[in-house]
């Protein structure tokens, strides 16, 4: 088992920065790759960014440039700086993280963009 607590949300005006943390515990060998997920209220939960073991990155569309996911596999955390925030990017963030043949995920972190 895999246990995901993420940190680092919460109210943030627009155009400014946060930066998510994701701490991982438990089975945490053999985590390939981890990420960020965001679920706007009435919305489906979106993949924002994720990063591999070897540290290759995907990112959606909306947020290349302006976020950026790494992680630190020897304290086993994810982070995500997130720049440039809008108001339509306010979710419940999700960090999720797959260790073969299982996926899991944190418990949600609010972070609310201020117009």
């Known amino acids: 088992q895999v246990q995901l607590v993420e940190s680092g949300g919460g109210l943030v005006q627009a155009g400014g920065s946060l930066r998510l943390s994701c701490a991982a515990s438990?089975?945490?060998?053999?985590?390939?790759?981890m990420g960020w997920y965001r679920q706007a209220p009435g919305k489906q939960r979106d993949m924002v960014a994720v990063?591999?073991?070897?540290?290759?990155?995907n990112y959606a569309d909306s947020v290349k440039g302006r976020f950026a996911i790494s992680r630190d596999n020897a304290k086993n955390t994810g982070y995500l700086p997130m720049n440039s925030r809008t108001p339509e990017e306010t979710a419940v963030y999700y960090c999720?993280?797959?260790?073969?043949?299982?996926?899991?995920w944190g418990q949600g972190i609010q972070v609310t963009v201020s117009s």
């Open positions: 999720g993280a797959l260790r073969p043949p299982d996926f899991y």
């Open positions: 438990g089975s945490t060998f053999s985590i390939n790759d």
């Open positions: 990063i591999s073991i070897g540290g290759s990155t």
